[in-house]
């Protein structure tokens, strides 16, 4: 499944590149785990916030679209 991410950023880390650019190795480690938990969701959001991601969408390999979130309208 491939990941789709707009930014208000002409160029942007994605969110492994950023996790270990800046994160700790705490965050590191929780970043390598499976599965998503709060740990995981509070280190996406400051991913998020940080790379100023606008939207997320996921896109299968038949082409079926998945919108995670989308605020490229809102404002």
């Known amino acids: ?24 190795l705490e965050e590191q480690m929780v970043h390598a785990t499976d599965g998503f938990n709060a740990e995981k969701a509070a280190l996406y959001t400051k991913w998020i916030e940080a790379e100023q991601i606008m939207s997320h969408k996921t896109v299968a390999e038949d082409g079926t679209e998945t919108v995670i979130f989308d605020n490229t309208n809102v404002g």
Do not use: A, I
Request: aromatic share 16%; charged share 20%.
């Open 1 to 24: 499944m491939k990941h789709v991410y707009t930014s208000l950023k002409p160029t942007f880390l994605e969110w492994h590149e950023f996790v270990l650019k800046h994160g700790s």
